[in-house]
């Protein structure tokens, strides 16, 4: 099924019809003046969310109706992950007169509604924003908004209008491909917990699809919630070894805890990669400073803001699928075999 294109901008008018009061009450209760029952203010603000409405703040005077940002929509600046896809956005914008304006949502549902209502009703030149699933609030404001909305990082799922990154299944069945090329087979998975982190979920799926069809399960599995951390990577490894100490394999959902893993691993005195091997994800520049190079995937996190940003800015059209999937790249590092001959 093709992503949804956005349709014309909601008015005024959407809200009345939906909600079956006058323009002028309408615009009384979203503008929160004039005196308004609550049982009519409660009808209109229902019709408003669920038609996905929203106020338009900028200039009625604007013949463009838009103003020169782009709502950059991410869930979190402490992740090192979304440094470099902004890097990648606002290179591509720097020539074109938009700019990025930035919303962190903190991997909450609720609170990417919010921003995504302020953003919007300023009327931005487009909309790009991280991951594929949103409330249908959301998902209704974006498909009324009549912006361009780009959703990055993610390609496996239905859209609303250009999807641009990697496949995340894809990239867990290819790091188990190669896990298994090498010859390990007690392998074991530590991760996040976060309910909402639905790209390192899908990457999971992948991964455990890809062992399932050599015929090998998960050994065992360590989760936590909240933030990566070198500290966390540390604690997570040396847990789950004193709990499966025959693993051989450590596949860690991100390289930041990858990374306290490894360094774990070094000060144990563990043999890497001959008798335990690690990987994690996402390329980072962290990987630079360790003792040794943990193997990793790199997501393409830097294309993937250019890619999005060129759509946005009008410098590229969008493919007729409305699909851009580039390649995830393992990085093999020194934490791996070697794939016999």
């Not at 901008?9 to 029952?37: C, F, I, K, Q």
């Not at 900028?58 to 782009?70: D, E, F, K, P, Y």
């Not at 520049?285 to 190079?293: E, K, Q, V």
Request: aromatic share 4%; charged share 25%; hydrophobic share 40%.
């Amino acid at each position: 099924m093709l992503p949804i294109r956005p349709r014309r901008p909601l008015t005024l008018r959407d809200v009345s019809e939906a909600s079956g009061v006058s323009e002028m009450t309408v615009s009384r209760v979203l503008r929160n003046r004039g005196d308004v029952s609550a049982a009519t203010r409660e009808k209109v603000l229902t019709a408003a969310k669920t038609l996905g409405y929203v106020p338009n703040k900028i200039a009625g005077g604007l013949a463009s109706q838009r103003v020169n940002l782009v709502a950059v929509v991410i869930p979190s600046l402490s992740n090192l992950v979304f440094p470099d896809v902004l890097g990648g956005i606002s290179a591509e914008l720097d020539d074109t007169g938009l700019q990025p304006v930035i919303g962190v949502t903190n991997y909450s549902p609720a609170r990417e509604e919010m921003v995504l209502y302020d953003m919007l009703s300023w009327r931005p030149s487009g909309v790009i924003l991280a991951g594929l699933e949103h409330s249908k609030a959301a998902r209704a404001m974006l498909q009324n908004s009549g912006l361009p909305v780009v959703e990055i990082m993610d390609v496996d799922g239905e859209g609303i209008d250009t999807l641009v990154g990697i496949s995340h299944i894809r990239a867990g069945r290819e790091m188990a491909d190669r896990i298994l090329a090498a010859g390990y087979r007690r392998i074991g998975f530590v991760g996040t917990h976060m309910p909402e982190d639905h790209r390192a979920r899908k990457r999971l799926l992948g991964f455990e699809e890809g062992l399932a069809a050599a015929g090998v399960q998960l050994e065992a599995r360590e989760y936590y919630q909240g933030g990566s951390s070198l500290l966390k990577g540390r604690e997570l490894t040396e847990r789950i070894l004193t709990r499966a100490p025959d693993l051989d394999f450590l596949y860690f959902s991100n390289d930041m805890i990858g990374a306290g893993g490894l360094l774990h691993c070094i000060d144990r005195g563990y043999d890497v990669p001959g008798r335990l091997g690690l990987a994690g994800f996402n390329g980072v520049d962290l990987l630079d400073g360790l003792p040794m190079r943990l193997a990793t995937t790199d997501a393409r996190r830097v294309d993937v803001g250019r890619r999005a940003a060129r759509l946005v800015s009008g410098k590229d059209a969008a493919p007729d699928n409305r699909i851009i999937a580039l390649t995830p790249t393992f990085l093999p590092g020194d934490t791996i075999r070697d794939i016999p001959a």
